[in-house]
């Protein structure tokens, strides 16, 4: 069964850092786009970054410059570094795993979900 375990969410000031990790379980982690969402009250999830299996990134306009995607293969796990973090940050954040097959499918598989509330 396929698993994305999501750690590291929690509480921090205005203007800290903090970093997620999402290891997989089940899945050929190196043949995986690896992202990161996240989904604030009210509003719908929205990409913060992904990483493809040949190690180019793409980040939302908000996040570049703060936010960092990284991944080590041999530990099938993903980082979101984040700095500068502001309180429009806080949200539930969540890894997601996908392998486009065609240009209309793609194996699919999202984490439950870590909360970061970025608060003073």
């Known amino acids: 069964q396929v698993q994305l375990v999501e750690s590291g969410g929690g509480l921090v000031q205005p203007g800290g850092s903090l970093r997620l990790s999402c290891t997989a379980s089940g899945i050929i982690f190196s043949i995986y786009n690896m992202g990161w969402y996240r989904q604030a009250p009210g509003k719908q999830r929205e990409l913060v970054a992904v990483?493809?299996?040949?190690?180019?990134?793409n980040y939302a306009d908000s996040m570049k410059g703060r936010f960092t995607i990284s991944r080590d293969n041999a530990k099938n796990t993903v980082y979101l570094h984040m700095n500068s973090l502001k309180p429009e940050d806080t949200a539930v954040y969540y890894c997601n795993a996908r392998r486009p097959i065609t240009v209309l499918t793609s194996n699919d598989y999202w984490g439950q979900g870590t909360q970061v509330t970025v608060s003073s």
């Open positions: 990483m493809f299996t040949a190690g180019g990134t």
